[in-house]
């Protein structure tokens, strides 16, 4: 599943592109498959907090379906 920015809320943007930043990375050194669960998690979670704050709750039901697919309960 991928996040689409919104290319006209810069903080929303810039913070979805950090989020991936880091997935990408905790990824790439990833062991095991828990700890590319736990990426995306932090990812996912990161997103859906910047939606709240900076993206007038647009894509938080794309984020929550995300988590729920991973195992969470949102």
Not at 29 to 55: E, G, K, W
């Amino acid at each position: 599943m991928s996040v689409i920015k919104t290319g006209t809320n810069k903080a929303h943007d810039d913070a979805i592109s950090l989020a991936e930043g880091v997935r990408q990375q905790s990824t790439a050194v990833a062991t095991s498959q828990s700890a590319v669960r736990t990426a995306d998690l932090v990812f996912y979670r990161a997103v859906r907090a910047s939606c709240i704050a900076n993206n007038n709750s647009a894509g938080i039901e794309q984020c929550n379906n995300a988590l729920r697919e991973l195992g969470v309960w949102v």
